[in-house]
T-cell receptor
Framework: DQQVKQNSPSLSVQEGRISILNCDYTNSMFDYFLWYKKYPAEGPTFLISISSIKDKNEDGRFTVFLNKSAKHLSLHIVPSQPGDSAVYFCAASAKTGANNLFFGTGTRLTVIP | NAGVTQTPKFRILKIGQSMTLQCTQDMNHNYMYWYRQDPGMGLKLIYYSVGAGITDKGEVPNGYNVSRSTTEDFPLRLELAAPSQTSVYFC???????????FGQGTRLTVV
């Protein structure tokens, strides 16, 4: 029962263009969402997060958008750089009493120079 | 500034053997977690701890045990290893539950 879904296993984008990674969730109790980036042979590293009281959060080249009615969030990277090539995981939690992050299956982003 | 450190990085076990995966963090975080990641899947929570002396089961606890005697250390014990436990194991810690977690580099375990 996958409560957080990333339906695109992979995405290729030209350097300098925008990368858009998508994530859907099913649990209406989720109110905090995170994106993690993972390079091979390393652990995931935190990238950006958003609380359900917001619909957008921006940090440099990274912006996360949240559409609560659609239970959908997306990560925009602009401009994309070759160093952004990695697997991106979406995660969610129900902050109240939360002890767990629920992770999606990941999207492998390849930025082509 | 080490963060979360896991050992070993790789291990091959025979069916029925036991082992302990070590995890230590130097950020004074109360919350610690063990996740496993199977190929093509997201991370699944095995066990977590909200502080020294307190542990609880996650989504996939069967076949594992944990202890938390100190704030820094959170070892994961595999008893009677099975091929289904072949996976990559990640330890993580956070200041509070459900928020940004810091991960170790992972342990790739193969059970043959």
């Amino acid at each position: 029962d996958q409560q957080v879904k990333q339906n695109s296993p992979s995405l290729s984008v030209q350097e300098g263009r925008i990368s858009i990674l998508n994530c859907d969730y099913t649990n209406s109790m989720f109110d905090y969402f995170l994106w993690y980036k993972k390079y091979p042979a390393e652990g995931p590293t935190f990238l950006i997060s958003i609380s359900s009281i917001k619909d957008k959060n921006e940090d440099g080249r990274f912006t996360v958008f949240l559409n609560k009615s659609a239970k959908h969030l997306s990560l925009h990277i602009v401009p994309s750089q070759p160093g952004d090539s990695a697997v991106y995981f979406c995660a969610a939690s129900a902050k109240t009493g939360a002890n767990n992050l629920f992770f999606g299956t990941g999207t492998r982003l390849t930025v082509i120079p | 500034n080490a963060g979360v450190t896991q050992t070993p990085k790789f291990r091959i076990l025979k069916i029925g053997q036991s082992m302990t995966l070590q995890c230590t963090q130097d950020m004074n975080h109360n919350y610690m977690y063990w996740y496993r990641q199977d190929p093509g899947m997201g991370l699944k929570l095995i066990y977590y701890s909200v502080g020294a002396g307190i542990t609880d089961k996650g989504e996939v606890p069967n076949g594992y045990n944990v202890s938390r005697s100190t704030t820094e250390d959170f070892p994961l014990r595999l008893e009677l290893a099975a091929p289904s436990q072949t996976s990559v194991y990640f330890c993580a810690s956070s200041f509070r539950g459900g928020l940004e977690a810091f991960f170790g580099q992972g342990t790739r375990l193969t059970v043959v």
